[in-house]
T-cell receptor
């Protein structure tokens, strides 16, 4: 299976703890995106990478959030000092540069902050 | 600012009939418009797209119509099937290279 892979699929944590999500994109895709989805809403853009460069960050991405994509392959999204409002589905997607907007999404990582 | 809007949170259609899902947008700079389908506990999957220079694109049972003057697009599914029951997201794309999604419409196709 060469689709987008996300781990873990579900994370339950206590408020104040740090969590990290990993995304492995489709191997030939050089763009990688992170989105967040809460109940009743569409996916909201957080950030994206072209190769290893982080090209854009949403204002939704507070200082507690950091994303990396070392060597332009997999990516990690870390949330420090989690809050209950961080509870959401975190979606990763990848695409080729210069495409027509078609992003390929993983199954998501659901975060529950108690 | 909600640049892509789906004003109908849900739609219920009988099997075999046409489903019409609507989407409005505010930014005239969008290059492409896409529809994604999402089942519970899965990521969104691409369904169909349309370039801003076209007014119609068809793929099997799915057709997307774009009315640029009204800043409106719609997805037609005909005939609707029970397996089409899912949440449908309209999304728009422009040269900042990110998709902007609407809030989704839950489609239920009943026998």
């Amino acid at each position: 299976d060469t689709g987008v892979s996300q781990n873990p699929r579900h994370k339950i944590t206590k408020r104040g703890q740090n969590v990290t999500f990993r995304c492995d994109p489709i191997s030939e895709h050089n763009r990688l995106y992170w989105y967040r989805q809460t109940l009743g809403q569409g996916p909201e853009f957080l950030t994206y990478f072209q190769n290893e460069a982080q090209l854009e960050k949403s204002r939704l991405l507070s200082d507690r959030f950091s994303a990396e994509r070392p060597k332009g392959s997999f990516s990690t999204l870390e949330i420090q000092r989690t809050e209950q409002g961080d509870s959401a589905m975190y979606l990763c997607a990848s695409s080729r540069q210069g495409g027509t907007g078609e992003l390929f999404f993983g199954e998501g990582s659901r975060l529950t902050v108690l | 600012d909600q640049q892509v809007k789906q004003n109908s949170p849900s739609l219920s259609v009988q099997e075999g009939r046409i489903s019409i899902l609507n989407c409005d947008y505010t930014n005239s700079m969008f290059d492409y418009f896409l529809w994604y389908k999402k089942y519970p506990a899965e990521g969104p999957t691409f369904l169909i797209s349309i370039s801003s220079i076209k007014d119609k694109n068809e793929d099997g049972r799915f057709t997307v119509f774009l009315n640029k003057s009204a800043k409106h697009l719609s997805l037609h599914i005909v005939p609707s099937q029970p397996g089409d029951s899912a949440v449908y997201f309209c999304a728009a794309f422009y040269n900042t290279d990110k998709l902007i999604f609407g809030t989704g419409t839950r489609l239920q196709v009943f026998p």
